[in-house]
């Protein structure tokens, strides 16, 4: 059996209003397995939930760094602190997007408001 490539993937917010060219400084970056397509592979997922893990960077913030996890509906979570929802961020439709660069995905932050992110690199890590 072989073990699967966990990636490093670099998202920043996309152009939305307040941020007509975007804002690099406000990014994620996402530690997942991939499949070569570039979705994310969930059954590689299930050998290294560990391993899965965000870290999330705003303006005039401290770094926040977390694990992803499966929602019980099959989406994905990014907790920051363990044991609590509060600051939980949840992926939109992850699991159907692709992860390459120029690509766009979804996530609905801790305010509650959902903001479009680039895919500016994914990288073995």
């Known amino acids: 059996m072989t073990k699967a490539t966990l990636y490093r993937i670099e998202l920043e917010l996309a152009r939305e209003p307040g941020h007509p060219e975007g804002d690099n400084q406000h990014s994620y970056r996402l530690y997942f397995p991939l499949t070569p397509e ?23 913030e401290e770094e926040a760094r977390g694990t992803v996890v499966r929602s019980p509906d099959d989406g994905w979570v990014f907790d920051y602190v363990e044991g609590t929802s509060t600051d939980d961020e949840m992926g939109f439709r992850l699991s159907e997007e692709r992860f390459v660069v120029g690509e766009y995905v979804s996530i609905r932050e801790d305010d509650g408001k959902m903001h479009v992110f680039r895919v500016v690199s994914v990288r073995p890590d």
């Open 38 to 60: 570039g979705h994310i592979d969930p059954s590689a997922y299930q050998d290294m939930p560990g391993w899965c893990r965000v870290v999330r960077r705003r303006p005039g």
